[in-house]
């Protein structure tokens, strides 16, 4: 009968223990479960606070930028009745607007007279011009200095440049016609006592004789789609972005103006 108790108390002792490793498994379970939520709850109010944080950052500079525009506006306003460009403009029913500070209500009076100024006859001017001012340049001097230009382009210029003088020049004497010899003639006459020759200065002094005496007559002009051209064969048209109003006239090396010019750009043309 003692056995039996034994046994039976031996066995009571194996599940109490057994129970009480299992309640320890699922605390300590519980546990990490229990600090694992809350580490990854913590993490997440640290996120929305920074946000917020962020956010409010935010307003703040929105609200410096907004400060800042606020006080611009004031500015202009106090500064739009003492301009000098200040204008009040009436409206109907007695209503006036003032224009804005930047706006020179004197310019559009100012281009409405210079419209009405500038109401000229293109084709007219360009057929008096050749009227009154006949070609009087050497078409032959002008031939030949085109010739020559033609003759020596790029690669002429290049090879010839890397040759001594007097190879150029007896090059030159080789592959010139009569007429451009007597130009390169007339090019080395002042410089006999020198004995020296200038390839490029050569070029310069020939496109200084095409200047001088081209019977082209270029017209320059503000609108792309104007052409005289047809008014005789030597009437050249040529679109200048500069001229804002009438026309511009290059022709026997004078300049002839009739227009309203905007200079001082980077695109100017040098006539």
């Known amino acids: 009968m003692t056995a039996v108790f034994i046994s039976i108390f031996l066995v009571m002792g194996v599940m109490i223990y057994f129970i009480i490793i299992s309640l320890r498994l699922v ?41 800042q525009e606020i006080r611009m506006l004031q500015m202009d306003h106090n500064s739009l009745g003492t301009s000098r460009f200040y204008r009040p403009r009436p409206v109907e029913r007695d209503i006036f607007i003032p224009t804005a500070r930047y706006i020179d209500n004197v310019f559009f009076e100012d281009y409405k007279l210079v419209k009405n100024l500038l109401i000229i006859d293109k084709e007219e001017i360009i057929r008096t011009i050749l009227d009154k001012f006949p070609y009087a340049g050497d078409k032959k001097r002008y031939n030949a200095a085109k010739s020559i230009l033609q003759t020596l382009n790029f690669e002429a210029v290049y090879d010839l440049s890397s040759l001594p003088e007097e190879t150029q020049l007896k090059l030159l004497d080789e592959e010139l016609k009569r007429e451009e010899k007597k130009l390169l003639k007339e090019y080395l006459e002042p410089l006999r006592e020198a004995k020296e020759f200038n390839l490029l200065g050569f070029l310069n002094w020939i496109n200084e004789v095409i200047t001088k005496e081209s019977p082209i007559l270029m017209a320059y002009l503000g609108e792309k789609d104007e052409d005289y051209s047809y008014i005789a064969d030597n009437v050249i048209c040529q679109f200048d972005s500069n001229v804002c109003e009438g026309i511009r006239i290059v022709y026997q090396n004078r300049l002839y103006d009739y227009s309203v010019y905007e200079s001082r750009r980077r695109n100017e043309y040098i006539y």
Do not use: G, M, P, R
């Not at 956010?55 to 907004?66: A, P, R």
């Open 27 to 67: 605390i300590e379970n519980a546990t990490k479960k229990v600090n694992a939520y809350f580490l990854s709850k913590l993490s997440e109010y640290d996120d929305d606070f920074q946000k917020k944080i962020d956010e409010i950052q935010n307003l703040e500079f929105s609200k410096e930028e907004l400060k």
